[in-house]
């Protein structure tokens, strides 16, 4: 498996490494899209693509990204074996909630799962029609950097979902994944820690304090678990659907 950390952050002995390619990066928010971009990073660390990334660790086979509760409804019941999430409380007609922390006690092992949250599903619906999606959080950072790395697109347009593009956890995820693609070396320390100060961790705090459902304790923690992963999450359009699948970055034989 190529190690990031391995690849010359310079041209050594005349060789071009990888890292003297530069990949633009632009951070957005969703409001900001105007058109498709090439390649697209979409962000959500708590806890969209954490939640996706931790139903592909329990065995799910895919996951139906739905515009809105009633269309993941109407999904579920035309495919009654799907299981449907959605984040906030637990709500009827929803099999799952958008928290890592309750979902990784649950077999998904082959299920369909149907995903609509407040801002990760909707971010990657915003640029489905992107040449690639992928959608990243902590847990899938390095692998998500190493496809980048691999795939070299001249843009990445990072997608930072919460808080109207300027949600700190977001833009930290975002803007490591970005510095990992360029830099041979990166402290993710600081990355963590700002995620870890961010309003979206201290809104996932207050509400097990306030004992509300759906949310975790370990749910902050399990969002801030550095490439627990190694896989990636690929979005790709299936007929009318919006399908993400984990995907393994290829196993590295040539690579300088
Ligand atoms: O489920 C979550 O943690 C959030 C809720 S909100 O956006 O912070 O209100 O949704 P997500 O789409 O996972 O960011
Ligand atoms: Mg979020």
């Given at each position: 498996m190529f190690s990031l950390g391995h690849?010359?952050?310079?041209a050594c002995c005349g060789r071009i490494s990888r890292h003297d390619v530069p990949v633009r990066s632009t951070f957005v928010g969703i409001d900001d899209i105007r058109e498709a971009p090439k390649t697209a990073v979409v962000i959500d660390v708590m806890r969209a693509f954490t939640v996706a990334a931790w139903a592909f660790a329990r065995g799910a086979q895919r996951i139906?990204?739905?515009?809105?509760?009633?269309?993941?409804r109407e999904l579920k019941t035309r495919h009654p074996d799907w299981l449907a999430l959605q984040d906030g409380a637990p709500l009827p007609g929803f099999d799952l909630v958008?928290?890592?922390?309750?979902?990784?006690?649950?077999?998904?092992?082959?299920?369909?799962v149907?995903?609509?949250?407040?801002?990760?599903?909707?971010?990657?619906?915003s640029v489905a029609d992107a040449d690639v999606v992928l959608c990243a959080s902590f847990v899938v950072a390095d692998a998500t950097a190493l496809f980048l790395l691999?795939?070299?697109?001249?843009?990445?347009?990072f997608v930072v979902t919460g808080d109207g593009g300027h949600a700190e956890e977001d833009l930290a995820c975002a803007e490591y994944i970005a510095e990992r693609v360029t830099a041979s070396v990166v402290q993710a320390a600081p990355y963590i820690e700002r995620a870890r100060n961010s309003t979206a961790a201290a809104?996932?705090?207050?509400?097990?304090?306030?004992?509300y459902e759906g949310i975790?304790?370990?749910?902050?923690?399990?969002?801030?678990?550095?490439n627990a992963f190694s896989f990636i999450m690929l979005a790709t359009r299936e007929n009318s659907h919006m399908v993400l699948h984990p995907t393994r970055p290829a196993a590295d034989s040539t690579r300088g």
């Open positions: 690849v010359e952050g310079t139906v990204f739905a515009e809105t509760l009633a269309s993941a958008n928290s890592p922390g309750l979902l990784r006690s649950v077999d998904l092992q082959g299920r369909t149907i995903q609509k949250t407040t801002a990760g599903t909707v971010g990657a619906l691999d795939h070299r697109p001249d843009e990445v347009t809104r996932l705090n207050d509400g097990v304090l306030q004992g975790h304790p370990d749910d902050v923690d399990l969002c801030l678990d550095l």
